[in-house]
Structure formats: C-alpha cells, structure tokens
C-alpha cells in the first residue's frame, strides 16, 4: 500500500501565522505538525510515501523530510497548484499510485490512540472501494457527516450539510484500493469548483463498497484549523507526553522499533537534533532497547 499526505491550502485562517510558512509546518508543541500524519501512515505500515503541496511550500517539505531514507522509507512530492479539492490528490499521485491500494491522511489531522494501529492495519487490508471512519463530534456540520441506521448500516454521507443527520463525522484518513484514480477522473467538480471527496466516497457507497469504521471514544482526533485549536494540539501533546514519558508522533523512534532502520541510523538522527529535547528522547528510546 502507498500513502499520500495532502498538505496544501492556503491555511487563511491561521492568518498571519500562515503567509509565509505552511500551516503544516508549524509546531504542535515539539515538532512540526506533519510528523503527526506521517506517523499515522509509518503505524500503518506505509513506507512510500508522497506528499502534496502548495508550489511555495513543497520546497520546505523537500527540505525537512528528504527522500525517507533516513527513516528507512522513500518520498515523493508532487504539486497541487491550487485548492482544487481532496480527490484532486489522487489524480496527481496517478503515477505514485499505480496499481496499489493507497491510503491518504490530511496534512493538519492528528490522531492519538493505544489502539490505532491495529485500526489501521485493518483497513490495509482494503483491495477494493473505500475504507474510512466516522467520529463523533459536537459540531458536526463543519465536516463531512455519515448517518446510519439502528444497525450500524451507512446510509447517507453529506458535506458540511446545514442540518445534520447524524453526529459522526468523517475525518481526514482515507484508504482505496487502486481503482480510486480513474473514480476520482471521473468526478464533476462541485458547485464551489472543487472535487469532493464526498463525493468520491458517495460513489463507492452506492456500489456498497464502502466500509465505514466508528472510532472509539478514546481515540483523540484533533483538529487545527483555528488558533484556537492549536494551542489545545499543543497542550495536549505536550500533557500526554510529560505524564506518559512517551513521545507522539516521534518518526525515528516508530521506524526504528519496526525495523526499518538500525542503530547507525537513529545515532544519526540524534546527532541531527542536536541539543534538543528531542534528541534526548531518542537518546532514551535507543538506551532502554538495549536493556
């Protein structure tokens, strides 16, 4: 299976944080917000990986992330010009793609949970259609919504509807067997001239071959769309961390305890960090498996 990370967009309403730098760029708390979504996609098993960027910002992205393989992985990266809509993502990554099941997580989305990985290793599984999940939320008519019956069963999905069904959204995690490419070709764009990913997902749930998994309440889904929303990433990674003693999202230390790099490697990588709390966490990951 492939991965892609879409961290596009203008980010406007992190203005005037945002003008110069990418929103995931920024921080959330001790490292920069998509090492939070490429950990999801490392959980899962993914290690090729592309990612999607704004002209201005992909440079930056080239230049924090590399070609993976310092972390035992390979990336790509490939443009998204303008804000065309989340499925455009897959016409870009055509090629990356190929004959593959792909997932694709949203550059800003941060997932925390003891049990995601075996969330996500489910869902590798996809080989055909479309795999996603559903939260529950308070305010669910900012998402993309999903209404079921007493059963469990799917029976509608509505963007930002003005008046929603059901209190579940959907978050930013995707996975599709190959035949997404072509379905997302096929789309028309919606009324505000984006192609929706919605819409991509209404498709396959009219075939019934979308699969839709409820996140369980103690999995943490958190947003940043909004200053706001960031100060509460940030001081719940921070608070998770410190009572924990373990890092969220730390790339080397998931690569290294999968294997996917040795102890030449991650000294590296500490060497890179220098002085920071975070080398010192690395320095502690690599100690205690020694033991």
Known sequence: MKGIILAGGAGTRLYPATIAVSK?????????????????????????????????????????????SDIGMKFSYKVQPEPNGLAEAFIIGDEFIGDDSVAMILGDNIYYSAGLTG??????????????????????????????????????????????????????????GPEVVKEAKNL???????????????????RGELEVTVLPRGLAWLDTGTHAAMIKANNYVQIMQEMTGMNIACVEEIAYRQGWIDDKKLDAAIEKMGKSSYADYLRRVEREAKK
Do not use: W
């Open 24 to 68: 995931q760029m920024m921080a959330i708390y001790d490292k920069p917000m998509i090492y939070y979504p490429l950990s999801v996609l490392m959980l899962a098993g993914i290690k090729e990986i592309l990612i999607i960027s704004t002209p201005h910002d992909l440079p930056n992205f080239e230049k924090l992330l590399g070609d993976g």
């Open 188 to 206: 028309a764009p919606s009324p505000r001239g984006e192609l929706e990913i919605t819409d991509l997902n209404r498709k396959f749930l009219d």
């Open 119 to 176: 969330i996500l290793k489910d869902a590798c599984k996809i080989k055909k259609g479309g795999h996603i999940f559903a939260y529950h939320v308070p305010d669910p008519e900012r998402f993309g919504v999903v209404d079921f019956d007493k059963n469990g069963k799917v029976l509608s999905i509505e963007e930002k509807p003005e008046h929603p069904k059901s209190s579940y959204a959907i978050p930013g995690l995707y996975f599709y």
